[in-house]
């Protein structure tokens, strides 16, 4: 028996989707990318979800049997919505995958974590065979650390250790960020906390200097990951 839960059918997209026609067709071409028999992964965001809701319709109509793997709750819940089957990494290892970026470099290196999932979408991204990451054009920038600082999420005793020892890695500006519908930090999916973290530059090594420094559970540094970057056309 399933659940009739409103709360899930009311489920829906909470900001507005800038330059919907092009990421429409990113969507499009991400969801001619699904065979039958796949387990695919879903990472966040407003051309993610566009993706999630054509896969949904081609699973339809044509009768597909695809499971998904998703990164965050908001895709969880949005694939319940749209009545996709849904697969666990302890059973399913995903055969490609599709997730957003903050920004990306010439070089197709990645700050990812405003939605504060970067955990299971590292995670999803190491385990798939490929990796598909798409973005509109004002994610693409010349360095890494133009618009947005690098989230890095920690266990939450540890927040000024791992304070002091950013420090001692150069950050240049580091702030506990803040959530908006509650009262206090933001919590993780996997119940921590996040520092955002303003470094003056970003160089290759940087995302295993954070890494190794006890109490980080991940970073949304992304660098030298085997993706393909798909550009939304511009309208």
């Given at each position: 028996?399933?659940?009739?839960?409103?709360?899930?059918?009311?489920?829906?997209?909470?900001?507005s989707?800038?330059?919907a026609?092009?990421?429409?067709?990113?969507?499009?071409?991400?969801?001619?990318?699904?065979?039958?028999?796949?387990?695919?992964?879903?990472?966040?965001?407003?051309?993610?979800?566009?993706?999630?809701i054509?896969?949904?319709?081609?699973?339809?109509?044509?009768?597909?049997?695809?499971?998904?793997?998703?990164?965050?709750?908001?895709?969880?819940?949005?694939?319940?919505?749209l009545?996709?089957?849904?697969?666990?990494?302890?059973?399913?290892?995903?055969?490609?995958?599709?997730?957003?970026?903050?920004?990306?470099?010439?070089?197709?290196?990645?700050?990812?974590?405003?939605?504060?999932?970067?955990?299971?979408?590292?995670?999803?991204?190491?385990?798939?065979?490929?990796?598909?990451?798409?973005?509109?054009?004002?994610?693409?920038?010349?360095?890494?650390?133009?618009?947005?600082?690098?989230?890095?999420?920690?266990?939450?005793?540890?927040?000024t250790?791992?304070?002091?020892?950013?420090?001692?890695?150069?950050?240049?500006?580091?702030?506990?960020?803040?959530?908006?519908?509650?009262?206090?930090?933001?919590?993780?999916?996997?119940?921590?906390?996040?520092?955002?973290?303003?470094?003056?530059?970003?160089?290759?090594?940087?995302?295993?200097?954070?890494?190794?420094?006890?109490?980080?559970i991940?970073?949304?540094?992304?660098?030298?990951?085997?993706?393909?970057?798909?550009?939304?056309?511009?309208?």
């Open positions: 028996m399933k659940w009739k839960s409103k709360l899930i059918e009311d489920t829906d997209w909470t900001g989707i800038t330059n026609e092009g990421k429409q067709a990113v969507a499009s071409e991400i969801s001619a990318r699904a065979r039958d028999g796949e387990t695919i992964g879903a990472g966040s965001g407003s051309t993610s979800l566009l993706a999630l054509a896969i949904a319709k081609r699973v339809k109509h044509e009768h597909l049997k695809i499971k998904i793997i998703p990164t965050s709750i908001e895709i969880m819940m949005a694939c319940s919505k009545g996709l089957p849904m697969a666990s990494m302890l059973t399913e290892r995903p055969d490609w995958l599709f997730d957003g970026a903050d920004e990306v470099d010439p070089d197709h290196n990645l700050i990812k974590g405003r939605g504060g999932a970067m955990f299971k979408e590292k995670l999803l991204i190491r385990a798939s065979a490929k990796n598909f990451i798409l973005i509109d054009q004002t994610k693409i920038v010349k360095r890494l650390g133009e618009k947005f600082p690098i989230p890095v999420e920690i266990y939450p005793a540890s927040m250790y791992v304070e002091a020892e950013l420090s001692r890695l150069g950050v240049t500006e580091l702030t506990l960020r803040s959530a908006k519908g509650k009262d206090g930090p933001v919590i993780t999916e996997t119940g921590n906390l996040i520092l955002d973290a303003y470094f003056k530059e970003i160089h290759i090594d940087l995302e295993k200097q954070i890494k190794l420094i006890t109490g980080v991940e970073s949304g540094l992304f660098m030298n990951y085997p993706i393909e970057v798909l550009v939304a056309p511009s309208p």
